[in-house]
């Protein structure tokens, strides 16, 4: 183990760590409190890194480079390599830029799967086939040729769209537009997946519920009530519902916006 040139590493600033912490909360953070968030941070990285140095070595015994052992990330050089061969006006790419690139890019592929997803399961399928995915670029308005501020509209008009028709395909703007107006708060990133997340849970767990109680036998009430759950699931007023209380929940507390903590404190099935 090489520790012995570590301690010479000077840590973050906290007036980066302030700068980048900002990011996170409209309040102010005081200077002690930036500092100690310095420490925090540094403590963090003391113990992750030899987790993820031991994890790395038992996949691969060879490894000279530390990886991430939970998944498989887009690989750093090349995307800054294609980043590049996109500028016009400037000459280099920084690594803030770079790790931007990569997590918009794999946020943009995770948002391409989980629509091909759901194309595929609508057809009963358990693979996504060439016609799932177009199924996903047509419904998400990507690949047309007008300017940048046409193309988001058309997107979220698109992708409202879809949700409105009962498909019951949930996206990002879809949800920020039912926040806006049904909440009347903004959504953190992190929320919204938390919800996309619990949405298909619960429209899973309905689902088995509805092929159970569909069973010769089952209870006929029961599968009523299964169906009519699954018809508010659909018309988006689970999900107007969970806003409305993720917003109350966020106020009383005093928050601007709702995160992910107002969400994985109510119960999804709660009528």
């Known amino acids: ?52 140095e031991s994890e790395t070595l038992a996949q691969d015994p060879e490894r000279k480079t530390l990886d991430d052992p939970e998944r498989t990330r887009l690989n750093y050089n090349r995307t800054r390599e294609l980043m590049i061969e996109q500028l016009s006006n400037i000459e280099s790419v920084g690594s803030a830029a770079v790790q931007a690139g990569i997590e918009h890019i794999e946020r943009h592929l995770a948002k391409v799967i989980r629509h091909s997803e759901a194309a595929a399961e609508k057809d009963r399928v358990a693979t996504i086939k060439p016609r799932h995915l177009e199924i996903a670029v047509s419904g998400m308005g990507l690949g047309n040729d007008s300017d940048d501020e046409e193309e988001s509209q058309e997107v979220e008009e698109s992708e409202t769209l879809v949700v409105g028709q009962g498909g019951g395909i949930l996206t990002r703007s879809s949800l920020m537009s039912l926040a806006r107006t049904h909440a009347k708060m903004s959504v953190t990133d992190d929320a919204i997946e938390e919800l996309l997340d619990t949405y298909y849970m619960v429209v899973e767990t309905i689902e088995r ?9 089952g209870n006929p009430v029961q599968f009523i009530e299964s169906i009519n759950r699954m018809r508010t699931l659909m018309s988006l007023g689970w999900m107007r519902s969970m806003l409305i209380k993720a917003a109350t929940n966020a106020r009383e507390r005093g928050y601007k916006r709702i995160d992910i903590e107002q969400i994985v404190n109510i119960d999804p099935f709660d009528e």
């Open 1 to 52: 183990m090489l520790h012995g040139h570590v301690m010479a590493v000077k840590p973050y600033s906290p007036g980066h760590i302030g700068a980048v912490a900002s990011n996170f909360t409209e309040m102010r953070l005081s200077g002690a409190v930036k500092q100690k968030l310095v420490e925090l941070m540094c403590e963090e990285i003391q113990r992750i890194v030899p987790q993820m």
């Open 209 to 217: 519920d509805i092929r159970k109680h569909a069973q010769l036998g």
